[in-house]
């Protein structure tokens, strides 16, 4: 069976649990997640489409087949990877995986002077010690490994890091918060637009006017299929309908 994240919402929310980060992690992390169906459940593939930022995913126990932009492997490994284009998971009957859904992309926290290749898949090992990540999956629980997870980041963190991150972060929520056209240039900018173009690609992968473009069709498609009656894609920057599913199309397409 085939399910999306955007459409298929219950049957995700019925077989993952989910778990926002402190306070002090917000800028850095979106959510946490696990998953957590009955092992009597017959294999199935989730559709994730793309967003900023990066995951890292644990192997609990058993396989997967991951999927990024028509690649695929069945993986025991622990990876970490950038969203910047769809990806299909595939859950296998015994199989049991946690992950941690990055606001910016893993490389950049405790080493905010490396560019992170935005198309690859990485071995978890290149972001944390093997050390840390057998704990993290010896942890007995959901919650265990969320406090060991957010333990390790914090100790990664730089003023750097801190401070490209909140660069970033201000000129996206301005942009979401204020509805300007989805195509325009960001209005709120904290620095030089050489300096943002350099911190979102560091942090992102892209652009500041493709992030937003993401960020913004992602938050429209999600109030639409939540009230068709009450949305209306004007609120959230598109000139029009057809503008608005032509972006929805590119975002399902994968960019």
């Known amino acids: 069976m085939h399910y999306s994240e955007f459409?298929?919402?219950a049957f995700i929310h019925q077989n993952y649990v989910f778990r926002f980060p402190s306070d002090t992690l917000k800028p850095y992390i979106d959510f946490f997640w696990e998953s957590d169906y009955d092992p009597g459940l017959q294999p199935f593939t989730i559709r994730s489409f793309p967003r900023i930022g990066s995951t890292l995913l644990f192997n609990i126990k058993g396989k997967f087949k991951f999927c990024k932009g028509g690649s695929s492997l069945m993986n025991e490994e622990n990876i970490y990877y950038s969203r910047n284009q769809i990806i299909d998971?595939?859950?296998?009957?015994?199989?049991?995986?946690?992950?941690?859904?990055?606001?910016?992309?893993l490389p950049l926290i405790g080493n905010p002077g490396k560019s992170a290749s935005h198309n690859n898949i990485f071995t978890a090992n290149h972001l944390f010690a093997a050390t840390d990540n057998s704990r993290i999956i010896a942890s007995e629980n959901f919650d265990e490994r969320i406090v060991l997870c957010e333990s390790i980041i914090l100790?990664?963190?730089t003023k750097k890091t801190e401070y490209m991150a909140h660069a970033v972060n201000s000129v996206i929520s301005n942009a979401t918060i204020t509805s300007p056209a989805v195509d325009s240039k960001p209005g709120f900018i904290p620095h030089s637009t050489k300096t943002i173009e350099r911190y979102f690609k560091s942090c992102t992968g892209t652009s500041p006017q493709k992030a937003i473009r993401i960020q913004k069709t992602r938050m429209a498609l999600q109030r639409k299929l939540e009230n068709k009656t009450t949305f209306n894609c004007i609120d959230f920057g598109f000139y029009d309908e057809s503008h608005f599913y032509k972006c929805v199309h590119n975002l399902k397409s994968g960019y």
Do not use: C, E, P
Request: glycine content about 4%; charged content about 25%.
């Open 7 to 9: 459409y298929d919402r």
């Open 89 to 105: 998971t595939t859950h296998q009957a015994d199989s049991k995986i946690f992950g941690v859904q990055f606001k910016i992309n």
């Open 155 to 157: 100790n990664r963190l």
